[in-house]
């Protein structure tokens, strides 16, 4: 393999409201091609996710990445569920990577441990670089600009610096891929606190609020399906929620006529208990 004849294929999600992932995964990139070629795949919805996974060409790459937002100490688990549907990757070289609002709990080591059936070997991954954390949960909360509604501490993120760095963690990458003695990366964190344990696949079903529509609002114009990452809601004509699901309210955020209700007031008090009771163990 030749330095100049890396193949590098990044697949990652990202939210269409922040977007944190995919300007950190562009960065990745750029610092890859500097020294072979590198493709960007977008993960988006579930099933067609699938699909795609099950058509990749993996033999054309040399070195596969994956990317993803921490959701509730974990990959979103839509996204946990498509690494299941990977090919065998023996004899291939992979990196991992996350975007969090400052916490990522386990999710590298949970994507690695679904990987590894895949014989993938993981030869670096990075969950520091913080993204705009706008989750419902932080209503209440205000910045330094005196805006409410997402975590004060990662507004602004990820910025110039984190930026630079991932381009920079894409240009060791590739010497990283050439080096025949290259080991793997086993050091991922591996622990859950109280909270990721609460927020397991079911755990999230039952903890986060269900979802109300206000069917006088509804104009019936499909965006809440349209961009679901799990395909969970079906028009009928209305939208119905029909499955299980990441929880990432995004349907709800996005609604054009705000026809989507949850009721948020009881996961507020409680993150807001957990953030006091951490400020206070600070002094
Ligand atoms: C549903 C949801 C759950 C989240 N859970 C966590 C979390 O457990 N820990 C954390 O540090 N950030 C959490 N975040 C913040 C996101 O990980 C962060 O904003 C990320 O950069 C989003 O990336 P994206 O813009 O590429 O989607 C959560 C965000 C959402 C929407
Ligand atoms: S996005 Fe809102 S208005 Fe559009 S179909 Fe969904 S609930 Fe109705
Ligand atoms: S919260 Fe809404 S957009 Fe997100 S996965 Fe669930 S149904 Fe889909």
Known sequence: MKESSINCVIFYFSQIVTGNTKRITEQIAEGLWSGGHCELIRLTKYQNDIKLIQGFPFEEYDLIGIGVPVYYF?????????LEHFPSLNGKKGFLFCTSGGNPGSTLYQMKKVLDKTGLKIIDGNDKWIGWDVHQLYARQKNSNGLYGWLPSSYGHPNEHELNQAKEFGRILIKKTLDPKISEKIDFWPHENA?????????????????HLIKEKCTLCGLCA?????DAIILNPYPHWIKNCDRCYICHLKCPENAIKCDFSKQIEYLENLMKKSEKNKY
């Open 195 to 211: 909270s990721a344990k609460m927020w397991s696949w079911k755990g999230i079903q039952e903890w986060f609020p269900p979802f």
């Open 74 to 82: 974990h990959p979103p688990y839509h996204i946990l569920f498509e």
């Open 226 to 230: 349209q961009i679901c990452p799990w």
